[in-house]
């Protein structure tokens, strides 16, 4: 069982992770740029393994982790829609 700490701690982490992502979000949002479900999975599947390789090769960030979870976020949305 977590101890009330560790919930404090687990409820801050998620925080500052969704507020990142929405950020992070909010920087790539162009009128141009069609929305996640109108892209193709293939394409999110490379831009996430691109993020992937950019944590690999130069150390994680806040920003770069929300980028990561915003793509895997969009393929399991993506992948839910009937």
């Not at 409820?11 to 141009?32: E, I």
């Not at 996640?36 to 150390?59: C, F, M, P, S, Y």
């Amino acid at each position: 069982m977590a101890t009330p700490s560790t919930l404090t701690q687990e409820r801050a982490l998620v925080l500052r992770a969704s507020r990142q992502m929405r950020v992070q979000l909010g920087k790539g949002a162009t009128p141009d740029r069609p929305h996640w479900n109108e892209t193709d999975n293939a394409r999110l599947h490379t831009r996430l393994a691109e993020k992937v390789i950019e944590a690999d090769d130069g150390g994680m960030s806040w920003a770069l982790a929300a980028d990561i979870a915003n793509y895997a976020a969009m393929l399991a949305d993506n992948q839910a829609r009937p």
